[in-house]
């Protein structure tokens, strides 16, 4: 498609900067703007929020519903990696920025725009995800940040539009500054920025508290198919409805809050409070799968393939080579990583409390020690000969371990 010198499609999530930007990127360029909301479980009504850029001056107001996508195209690849960054979390904004940064290549290409444009500030995460997306899927775009050119604060911004005669979003209700989706919850800003006190029950939208949460204990049967959760206490749910349904349950008995204090890709740390209850409950009972599915050697090195993927998540790099080489390695992992996870949900706490699979290595007649027992006792006599030999021929050559030296020169002073 020819592309027109006068179009940019702005990534609009329908808050302050996103609208702010409208007119903006209008006047600044002489643009027409098209607006592009995108769909991936955040709450409000997307109609309200295709008619507000329409009222602030876009040409057009794209909604594109991204929700399965989400969850299949990116979601799941990630869980099944084990992707976890720096051991907390589970990567929800992360995950959804190159879903955004697809749908705004596709809508630019189609609207014949020489640009895109998003709401993002220069001090996060989410511009870099953005933009190294659009580099790698459409790299003739230029991408605009007006955020980080305008340096408006937030009631400049609110003076911007009301100058212009141009209706201005509800006002923030919260002091936090909040981020969702369907996979996670973020929270930071306000009273989360000391990292010494504990976060305040207001900063929690999802879950409740470990002591509202139910008296009586949940019980979850979660069955996966090649790492992938496919059913509920044996009823087969779409992606989408699993983790709807997963959040729900889950965060009704008080699991998913995690307190991150984080490494950003911009070099600054970062106090994060998240909620994930799906995302907590899967990863666990995943792992749990993997535990009796993978020889030890498989285990370990998963590991070090998850946090390899969790940091490419983070750091913008979904659309690389090296995530395609990494997704090949899970996959042949995988295969076997099919069963039954039995997960007990009660007062914040998710714990697997039982597994089973057609694949599991686990056997009962070696593990056992009742009279069932099949294990070859004498063997390990050779087996402890032969695995000592190498600490046996250091001792006989005179250099066993023996008391730490450091200790024995403290001694002697």
């Known amino acids: 498609m020819t592309t027109k010198k ?11 900067d996103t609208t702010t930007a409208i007119p903006w990127l209008k006047e600044k360029f002489s643009a027409d703007v098209v607006a592009l909301t995108v769909d991936v479980g955040q709450p409000g009504d997307m109609e309200e929020t295709r008619r507000r850029a329409i009222q602030v001056g876009a040409l057009k107001a794209l909604v594109a519903d991204g929700r ?3 969850v299949r195209e990116f979601v799941w690849p990630a869980l099944k990696a084990g992707a976890v960054y720096e051991g907390e979390y589970p990567l929800a904004t992360a995950l959804s920025r190159p879903l955004i940064a697809r749908l705004l290549a596709e809508a630019a290409v189609a609207e014949g725009a020489f640009a895109v444009a998003h709401g993002c500030t220069g001090k996060g995460n989410d511009q870099v995800r953005i933009e190294l997306g659009i580099m ?9 940040a007006p955020a980080r050119e305008w340096g408006m604060s937030r009631d400049e911004e ?4 009301r100058r212009r005669k141009l209706p201005t979003p509800p006002a923030k209700t919260t002091k936090f500054s909040i981020d969702e ?3 996670g919850r973020s929270t930071e800003a306000g009273p989360l920025e000391d990292p010494w006190h504990e976060p305040p029950e207001e900063a929690y939208g999802w879950t409740a508290s470990a ?3 139910p008296a009586e204990p949940t019980y979850l049967k979660l069955e996966f198919a090649q790492g992938v959760p496919v059913a509920v206490n044996g009823a087969s749910m779409t992606p989408l409805a699993l983790v709807q349904h997963l959040n729900t349950i889950a965060g009704r008995n008080g699991v998913g809050r995690i307190d991150h204090l984080e490494n950003r890709l911009v070099g600054i740390k970062s106090r994060e409070v998240y909620e994930a209850p799906a995302a907590v409950v899967l990863h666990k009972a995943r792992r749990a799968l993997e ?5 030890k050697e498989q285990q370990r090195f998963r590991d070090m393939v998850a946090q390899q993927y969790a940091d490419l998540v983070y750091n913008g790099q979904w659309f690389s080579v090296h995530r395609q080489d990494l997704d090949a390695y899970v996959a042949s992992l995988e295969r076997y990583v099919s069963g039954t996870v039995r997960v007990k949900l009660h007062r914040g706490a998710s714990t697997v409390v039982g597994r089973k699979s057609p694949h599991g290595l686990y056997a009962y007649e070696l593990a056992t020690y009742d009279k069932a027992d099949q294990f070859d006792h004498k063997a390990a006599e050779g087996f402890i000969q032969v695995w000592g030999l190498p600490i046996k021929t250091q001792a006989r050559r005179g250099r066993a371990a023996g008391p730490d030296p450091s200790r024995r020169s403290e001694e002697t002073r």
């Open 181 to 183: 989706n369907l996979w």
């Open 6 to 16: 006068n179009t940019i499609v702005l990534a609009y999530s329908g808050g302050l």
């Open 158 to 161: 609110v003076e911007y539009l």
């Open 291 to 295: 535990a009796i599915t993978l020889a």
């Open 136 to 144: 790698a899927l459409a790299p003739q775009l230029k991408v605009i």
């Open 211 to 213: 002591a509202d949460a």
């Open 68 to 70: 399965e996508a989400f």
